[in-house]
């Protein structure tokens, strides 16, 4: 099922080789291990770079997204069982 949000979250990421992987996701007081990375894509809003990515683990996925000018997180979309 997929649930469109808009909810702050808390991330861990390892920056290496020039990119970002995220690494674990704390939603509410949950906190997930991401295990896959599985796509990566950047827009443009205004002057701001956003980029979007689409994570998972073994039983949910997550679209988050990343504000390069705002250094936010958020949560936009999960996909549960």
Sequence with gaps: MQHLL?????L?????KGKVKPWKLKWGQKIYDIKRVNLITGS???????FFFN???DD???KLR???DTLE????EAYTP
Excluded: Y
């Design 55 to 57: 994570v998972s683990d």
């Design 60 to 62: 949910h996925a997550w």
């Design 66 to 68: 990343f504000n390069t």
């Design 6 to 10: 808009d909810d702050p979250i808390s």
């Design 73 to 76: 997180w958020r949560l936009v």
């Design 12 to 16: 861990i990421v390892a920056f290496t």
């Design 44 to 50: 443009r809003e205004g002057r701001s770079k956003i």
